[in-house]
């Protein structure tokens, strides 16, 4: 049974979602782009730790709250870990008001038709049982599209919702995130095949069962109104995508209904480095300016 005051929170609190759940191949390019370079650690754990306590700089910073940042999606380990000496979801949802999310995915496969699926998950349901117990309110998975080829289009958006009725089975709330890269050439004709896959497969979910939507932000403004206005939507969020904190934000503001869910674009600014003032205020203003995009259209 889902949380109601989680849920109330995600279908209609202003603010926007974190995205803190970047992990294995991506980790090292993360720590990066904050300052720590790959000479910095010895071994994955160390890496691993490293990445840990920036997350934990976040979501201790002031201005990380439920006032704005109303929802966190976590990778598997940072669930596992400690803020403080308490768990790091129930930290966020009762120190902080932010809901927590799990991403669940194991990684892509090969390209085919244009597009890639995501790998077998043959222990989602233990691990959905432990996130559930640990206070995780829902999911993300991420699949990507590179080109406007319908047969992959649809081959993602199949594969996403079958993995979505197995969430909803287990109680909790799923994302569901066909990425379209933004370098793809064809990346309009692309919305305008998923825009009409995702709906076929909504209008198809039993009575009662509901999603959140992760997008990339269309190229068209407004394109995915149907699919925010849709009875079996509880929220759509959109991904930066590797656009800028400034271009992100820009796009986002033009698409009523849609709220952030930045990963890249919410720490492109913070470093290693910085005292604890600097980061805080930094991360303060990054905040306050994704917030503003996600609740004040156009």
Same mark, same amino acid.
């Not at 995501?118 to 049982?129: E, N, R």
């Not at 990339?216 to 991904?239: E, G, N, Q």
């Not at 919410?266 to 995009?293: C, G, H, P, W």
């Given at each position: $049974?889902? %949380?109601?005051?989680m +849920?109330?929170?995600?279908s209609s609190?202003?603010?926007?979602i974190a995205?803190?759940?970047? #992990?294995?191949g991506?980790?090292?390019k993360?720590l990066g782009?904050?300052?720590v370079?790959?000479?910095?650690?010895q071994?994955e754990?160390?890496?691993?730790?490293?990445?840990h306590a920036?997350?934990?700089r976040?979501m201790?910073?002031?201005a990380?709250t439920?006032?704005k940042?109303i929802?966190a999606?976590?990778?598997?380990?940072t669930m596992?870990g400690d803020v403080?000496?308490?768990p790091v979801?129930?930290?966020?949802?009762?120190?902080?008001?932010?809901?927590p999310?799990?991403?669940?995915d194991k990684?892509?496969?090969a390209?085919e038709?244009g597009?890639q699926?995501?790998?077998p $998950?043959p %222990?989602?349901d233990? +691990?959905?049982?432990?996130?559930?117990e640990?206070g995780i309110f829902?999911t993300?998975?991420? #699949?990507?599209?590179?080109h406007?080829?319908?047969?992959?289009i649809?081959?993602?958006v199949?594969?996403?919702?079958e993995?979505?009725?197995?969430i909803?089975?287990?109680g909790?709330?799923?994302?569901i995130?066909?990425?379209?890269?933004?370098?793809?050439?064809?990346?309009?004709?692309?919305e305008?095949?998923?825009?009409?896959e995702?709906?076929?497969?909504?209008?198809?979910l039993?009575?009662?069962?509901?999603v959140?939507?992760?997008?990339?932000?269309?190229?068209?403004?407004?394109f995915y109104?149907p699919l925010?206005a849709?009875?079996?939507?509880v929220?759509?969020v959109?991904l930066?995508?590797?656009?800028?904190?400034?271009?992100?934000?820009e796009?986002?503001?033009?698409?009523?209904?849609m709220?952030?869910?930045?990963s890249?674009?919410?720490t492109?600014?913070l470093r290693?480095?910085?005292?604890d003032d600097?980061?805080?205020?930094s991360?303060?203003?990054?905040?306050?300016q994704?917030?503003a995009?996600?609740v004040?259209k156009?």
């Amino acid at each position: $049974m889902m %949380d109601a005051k989680m +849920l109330n929170k995600m279908s209609s609190a202003p603010g926007f979602i974190a995205a803190l759940d970047q #992990s294995g191949g991506s980790t090292p390019k993360a720590l990066g782009l904050y300052g720590v370079s790959e000479s910095d650690y010895q071994s994955e754990e160390e890496m691993f730790r490293l990445m840990h306590a920036m997350r934990v700089r976040i979501m201790t910073a002031p201005a990380f709250t439920g006032d704005k940042v109303i929802g966190a999606i976590l990778f598997e380990r940072t669930m596992d870990g400690d803020v403080n000496g308490q768990p790091v979801p129930s930290y966020l949802w009762e120190e902080r008001s932010v809901v927590p999310f799990l991403k669940v995915d194991k990684g892509l496969e090969a390209e085919e038709n244009g597009a890639q699926v995501m790998k077998p $998950m043959p %222990d989602l349901d233990a +691990l959905l049982i432990r996130g559930r117990e640990k206070g995780i309110f829902g999911t993300k998975m991420r #699949s990507v599209i590179a080109h406007a080829d319908k047969a992959g289009i649809a081959a993602v958006v199949k594969q996403q919702f079958e993995v979505a009725r197995q969430i909803i089975g287990q109680g909790l709330m799923p994302i569901i995130e066909p990425e379209v890269s933004i370098k793809s050439p064809t990346k309009q004709e692309a919305e305008a095949i998923l825009r009409d896959e995702i709906a076929a497969q909504l209008d198809k979910l039993p009575a009662g069962e509901t999603v959140m939507l992760k997008l990339t932000i269309p190229t068209v403004a407004d394109f995915y109104a149907p699919l925010v206005a849709h009875k079996s939507v509880v929220r759509v969020v959109a991904l930066s995508g590797g656009y800028s904190t400034a271009d992100a934000c820009e796009k986002l503001s033009h698409n009523r209904g849609m709220i952030a869910s930045f990963s890249r674009a919410l720490t492109e600014n913070l470093r290693v480095s910085m005292s604890d003032d600097e980061f805080n205020k930094s991360l303060a203003a990054t905040i306050d300016q994704i917030y503003a995009a996600s609740v004040n259209k156009s």
